[in-house]
Structures are given as C-alpha cells and as structure tokens.
C-alpha cells in the first residue's frame, strides 16, 4: 500500500526539492561520492529557483500584511 503525503501549496516546492534529492541519492552510482549528486542532477535546483523567489514574495507580503494589522490593532 502507499502512503499518503499531504502537504500544502506553501511547501510543495520544497516537498519536489527534498524528493528529487531523495529520488538522485538512491539512483546514484556505487562510483559517485554518497553526497554527490548524478551528473544530470547537478542544476536541479536551478528548476525551483522561480518557485522559491514567488514563495519569499508571496510569505514577504504576508509578513507585512501581518505586521500592518498589528499596528492597527495597537493603535
């Protein structure tokens, strides 16, 4: 059976990020080092940077939003 993983729109990049890590250790060579990567995945995180700089926008904003009602309330 298959476990279920639940895991939210904020997370999921990192969720992708951790599995292809994951995925890449346990497909890599005897030959390769344990903490080197499989040459085709040396730049993978170059496929999640767009994703983590929206991330650090959107949380960014939110932050804000946060301390502005904050600010607000106290007044």
């Known amino acids: 059976m298959y476990a279920v993983c639940l895991v939210s729109a904020k997370t999921l990049p990192f969720e992708v990020l951790a599995a292809v890590r994951e995925l890449s250790a346990a497909a890599a060579p005897a030959s390769l080092a344990p903490h080197e990567p499989p040459p085709h995945l040396f730049d ?16 960014k904003t939110m932050a804000v939003q946060r301390v502005r009602a904050a600010v607000e309330l106290g007044k």
């Open 44 to 59: 993978a995180y170059v496929w999640f940077e767009p994703l983590v700089d929206r991330w650090l926008a959107v949380t």
